[in-house]
Structures are given as structure tokens and as C-alpha cells.
Nanobody, 123 residues
Framework: QLKLVESGGGLVQPGGSLRLSCAAS????????IGWFRQAPGKEREGVSC????????NYADSVKGRFTISRDNAKNTVYLQMNSLKPDDTAVYYC????????????????WGQGTQVTVSS
């Protein structure tokens, strides 16, 4: 069974940090571009960040630039999203998605999606 599993979410105070992980099972991420998305209650899903299959191309939403960093470790079949200086507006369910043979960001078509992990930023 092919799936993506997000982890690392939780409750953090404003200004804190979290690192989300997106792990693949049933397939290797080597040839997949990965995107992180988030959806807050009552809001549409928005793209947060993207990394190409080689890791050579990345992009970020303006709202997270300078605070979030996407990276990948193909040996561990995992992509990470390091989130620093978190704000209450970052509260959302975060999803990762995989796109076959995508070596450039942004990516417009994703083939697999994870179930999401909740991130809550609150004092």
C-alpha cells in the first residue's frame, strides 16, 4: 500500500518551533517532488512549501518565508518541514503530498496525499 504519513505536529507557544516529517511507505520518494500544505478551520487549503525530487528547487509561501525550511533525506525516505518563529496564524492541519517526476517547484499535480498532522500555536 502506497501512503504518506505526516508526524511532528502538536501544541507549541508563539515563537516556538516544530519539525514536521513526511514519510513514505510502499514507494521511494527519490523521484517525487513533495509539497507541504495546510488548512485552517474555515479556510481554504494553501500551499506552504515545495521541494523538487532532487532537492535543487524549493519555494515557500510569502507567509512562511524566512521562518520555515523544507528539506529531504532520500536515504530515510522522508521530507521535513522545519517551522520556526511560529505564530497563531500558523495553526492548521498540515499535509504533505507527492508528485511523480517533479524536479522543479512549484508543482501543480500531486499523486499521493497524507492524512495530515495538527499544528496548534497558542499560549
Amino acid at each position: 500500500q502506497l501512503k504518506l504519513v505526516e508526524s511532528g505536529g502538536g501544541l507549541v507557544q508563539p515563537g516556538g518551533s516544530l519539525r514536521l516529517s513526511c514519510a513514505a511507505s510502499g514507494f521511494t520518494l527519490d523521484y517525487y517532488g513533495i509539497g507541504w500544505f495546510r488548512q485552517a478551520p474555515g479556510k481554504e487549503r494553501e500551499g506552504v512549501s515545495c521541494i523538487s525530487s532532487s532537492g535543487g528547487s524549493t519555494n515557500y509561501a510569502d507567509s512562511v518565508k524566512g521562518r520555515f525550511t523544507i528539506s529531504r533525506d532520500n536515504a530515510k525516505n522522508t521530507v521535513y518541514l522545519q517551522m520556526n518563529s511560529l505564530k497563531p496564524d500558523d495553526t492548521a492541519v498540515y499535509y504533505c503530498a507527492a508528485a511523480r517526476f517533479s524536479d522543479r517547484c512549484p508543482i501543480f499535480l500531486y499523486h499521493y496525499w497524507g492524512q495530515g498532522t495538527q499544528v496548534t500555536v497558542s499560549s
